[in-house]
């Protein structure tokens, strides 16, 4: 870091701020030097999204190797929760590192497991009794919720959705329809795997999503073979589509008419996003197994599986995981909920209001943004080349990203053409009012 810098409090509402600066263009020659041997060493599957290095940060700032500030609107692809330096969540990390890194769950015991465990269990939507699996990704808890629910179903067919993701291991990529990058020459996939339209109020009706579903039935799959309905409450990587409640309220019926386990990813969207700790609470619709990774660690790597008593049936040794429930992550996890529960869900709520409202305003002036829609801070700004024919606008939403960027603003893409607005929940009025200033500038220069 450049200087030092002191942690930022959520819903600050100073103007005082040190950021965002850019005081040499990105990258900057620190930022090139490190690109360079990342390029010659580093997989190239990696996407790298725009040059950003990071050195530091605090709260919703990130600060690059050569000094740049930035306002971060996108925590790491919604994993930044409570943002960068946290004092409470760094305590947490040091106090539990400080005493030992790792001890294997799967085969022993310690406080922060069980701890986070309970927590996890009593936080499940819809109540009843609750046991969890820890792992330490999305994807990992995906694949777990896969072997759960066929286990304890005795069935294999699995239903998924037109753009979902939900990871790049096999079950992940199997289920996942959001691009064709990330299934191409993987092959072969999971078999019995049925992709069914997602319902975006933009771009479908709910008619036409519950019809292709009862046409799946009638054609092609008895409800009777299908192990698990496997959705995001709000799809994150296809487009930030938020469904109206009845979708999911059809899915829950569906399942529990034919014995089908209801499995929620809520690896993007849970952990306070929305505003409350998970979205499915805001459609009125439990599951049977939920997902959690991202957000959950304030950037630890760690996940979980959530399921019912009554679900999670397999016998001792039939799933386990080497690191999952790691103590330092589990430390992590446990500050990171305390926080959620006591003042940033409430935050959430508060600057999504916020957020939202300035760029529905935005939506008013710059002809290019096709919808805005959004449950705390999960929001999605579509952008369309013409309003009436909704065509995706592509190549301006990466134009917007990298530009964003050269003015201290971190975006990322989703779907076709969305930007998703997933910043760190200890945003405060300033981020999101200088967010929408610089925003507001690069959309007007694009259109220029």
């Known amino acids: 870091m450049t200087a030092k810098m002191s942690p930022a409090k959520p819903a600050q509402t100073t103007t005082n701020r040190d950021y965002p600066r850019i005081v040499v263009a990105p990258p900057g020659p620190k930022a090139k030097t490190i690109i360079a041997k990342d390029k010659q060493y580093s997989s190239p599957s990696y996407i790298k999204e725009y040059p950003l290095v990071i050195d530091g940060g605090r709260g919703a700032m990130v600060e690059d190797v050569d000094g740049n500030r930035y306002i971060d609107w996108m925590a790491g692809i919604a994993v930044s929760s409570t943002g960068y330096a946290h004092p409470k969540v760094v305590k947490a990390v040091v106090d539990a590192a400080a005493k030992f890194f790792h001890i294997c769950g799967t085969d022993f015991y310690y406080q922060g497991f069980a701890d986070l465990c309970e927590k996890l269990a009593q936080s499940a939507p819809g109540g009843g009794k609750w046991r969890v699996f820890l792992s330490n990704s999305g994807t990992e808890s995906i694949e777990g919720a896969v072997k759960l629910a066929r286990h304890h179903t005795r069935r294999g067919a699995l239903i998924s959705f037109h753009n979902a993701f939900h990871g790049r291991t096999y079950a992940g990529m199997s289920l996942s329809s959001s691009k064709v990058k990330y299934r191409k020459g993987f092959g072969p996939l999971l078999p019995e795997v049925y992709h069914l339209p997602f319902h975006n109020p933009y771009r479908n009706t709910l008619e036409d999503c519950v019809q292709a579903a009862l046409e799946l039935f009638e054609t092609k799959l008895s409800p009777e073979d299908v192990a698990a309905v496997i959705i995001e409450p709000l799809q994150g990587e296809g487009g930030y589509a938020i469904p109206d409640k009845e979708f999911l309220q059809f899915w829950r019926r569906i399942c529990d008419e034919y014995?089908?386990?209801?499995?929620?990813?809520?690896?993007?969207?849970?952990?306070?996003?929305?505003?409350?700790?998970?979205?499915?609470?805001?459609?009125?619709?439990?599951?049977?197994?939920?997902?959690?990774?991202k957000g959950l660690g304030s950037g630890m790597p760690i996940g979980a599986i959530l399921a019912k008593e009554s679900v999670m049936t397999w016998p001792r040794g039939s799933h386990g995981s080497t690191y999952g429930g790691n103590p330092v992550a589990?430390?992590?996890?446990?500050?990171?909920?305390?926080?959620?529960?006591?003042?940033?869900?409430?935050?959430?709520?508060?600057?999504?209001?916020?957020?939202l409202a300035g760029l529905k305003k935005l939506q008013d002036k710059h002809a290019c943004i096709g919808d805005v829609r959004g449950l705390g801070l999960f929001i999605g700004v579509e952008f369309v080349k013409d309003r009436a024919?909704?065509?995706?606008?592509?190549?301006?939403?990466?134009?917007?990203?990298?530009?964003?960027?050269?003015?201290?603003?971190?975006?990322?893409?989703?779907?076709?053409?969305?930007?998703?607005?997933?910043?760190?929940?200890?945003?405060?009025?300033?981020?999101v009012d200088k967010g929408l200033e610089i925003f507001d500038a690069c959309l007007t220069e694009l259109e220029g």
């Not at 306070?272 to 197994?289: F, L, N």
């Not at 446990?334 to 508060?350: F, G, I, M, P, Q």
């Not at 076709?416 to 929940?425: D, E, H, M, N, W």
């Open 259 to 293: 014995g089908i386990m209801l499995v929620f990813d809520e690896v993007q969207t849970g952990v306070g996003r929305t505003g409350k700790m998970w979205a499915c609470e805001h459609m009125g619709v439990a599951p049977d197994i939920l997902v959690s990774a």
């Open 330 to 355: 589990c430390a992590s996890a446990l500050a990171t909920l305390a926080l959620v529960d006591t003042e940033l869900a409430d935050n959430a709520v508060a600057m999504g209001a916020r957020l």
């Open 389 to 431: 024919t909704k065509e995706p606008a592509v190549e301006l939403v990466a134009r917007l990203e990298q530009l964003a960027f050269t003015k201290g603003l971190l975006l990322l893409g989703c779907g076709k053409s969305t930007i998703r607005v997933a910043p760190p929940l200890v945003l405060d009025a300033y981020d």
